[in-house]
């Protein structure tokens, strides 16, 4: 069963890319629709990521390992903390369900929306195929150059509502941080720590 977050028709291409300006805006901007491409046709990925998600009083780390194949569930197994690891949840269409011996990894949303942390990948891949891209550029995190790219909904103003931050590498194309954002405030922030598509 292929995800609703996972198919996008091809005419999402054509999005328009706003605030791509400056110096290397059209670079920015021709990377953008190439690696949006290149994640419509792929047909798996894997990796590991550290999560962080913030619901303003209380703090939490997970170490999240995943899975996708285009033709199967998105699978994610937490692998961190210690307490949480083994816990599995797999993603199929619409429906999620956790499995470990009985035991639920239970948070609560941390927007208005009902987003959790075990939500937060399938929440930037989807962003990185399919949302509207209102902000692109290349920039620097740590030593690394990357292509930044800010996703949300193309009524709103930066800073307003829901917005989804995505950094890849330039050369690999590879995904190496996301955060999700509610009203300027970062909810989820996960680093990728391995990424590998086919």
Not at 70 to 87: H, K, S, Y
Request: aromatic share 6%.
């Amino acid at each position: 069963m292929r995800h609703r977050w996972m198919c996008a028709p091809m005419m999402i291409l054509c999005l328009i890319l706003a605030a791509c300006g400056g110096e290397s805006g059209g670079q920015a901007e021709q990377l953008a629709l190439d690696i949006r491409g290149e994640y419509l046709e792929m047909a798996s990925c894997a990796g590991q990521t550290e999560v962080i998600a913030d619901y303003g009083q209380r703090v939490y780390e997970y170490g999240i390992s995943f899975q996708w194949e285009r033709e199967g569930d998105l699978v994610l197994t937490v692998t961190a903390p210690v307490e949480a690891a083994g816990i599995t949840a797999r993603v199929s269409g619409e429906q999620t369900s956790l499995e470990y011996d009985g035991v639920r990894l239970e948070t609560g949303p941390l927007n208005e929306d009902g987003l959790s942390p075990i939500d937060a990948i399938p929440a930037l891949l989807r962003a990185l195929r399919e949302d509207f891209i209102a902000e692109c550029g290349m920039e620097k995190l740590g030593e690394t150059h990357t292509l930044r790219l800010c996703c949300r909904a193309p009524e709103n103003t930066a800073g307003v509502g829901e917005e989804i931050t995505l950094w890849l590498h330039p050369e690999t194309h590879a995904l190496l941080r996301g955060e999700v954002s509610q009203d300027g405030f970062t909810v989820i922030q996960c680093t990728f720590t391995e990424f590998t598509a086919g």
